[in-house]
């Protein structure tokens, strides 16, 4: 089943969560969208919230983009850390790449073709953004970022 939720206040759109089933037990939080001006007053939280009480899986994954406040907007709505998603371009990849990989716990890899680019999938289990950079800089990555996750009730 197809359902989509939006926020409305005097027949202005000013909120949207999307998402799309990832396997039978995860869905995956796209985003959440919230016009500019209704910024900092909770409402990003109520739709994920809501978004939350409306999915019939037990978790939801989300990557949180490059962006500090948005990563701590997912910790403070009860998501936790579980991977580093990285992407490397194929003429950055550090001439000693599969040795830096041995010093992580790589879940994934995959080849981007259409980007000229590696994807990998990096374990972690805390936020710490000082990793975070020092992965950055050792694999001359031009996006890393948080997967996170939360467990949830099933409201099948």
Known sequence: MKRCFVLCSFSVMCGIPYGCEYDETTITLQGIAVLYKYWRYGIGSRLLEFFETKV???????????DEFVEQFYLKNGYKPVQFLIRIKFNQLPFDYEQKKANFKVINEKYDQENEAIILFIETLEYDNKLKNNIKTEFHSYETIYIMEKGIQSNI
Do not use: L, Q
């Not at 019939?56 to 490059?66: C, E, F, H, M, Q």
């Open 56 to 66: 019939d899986r037990i978790k939801i994954t989300v990557g949180t983009a490059s």
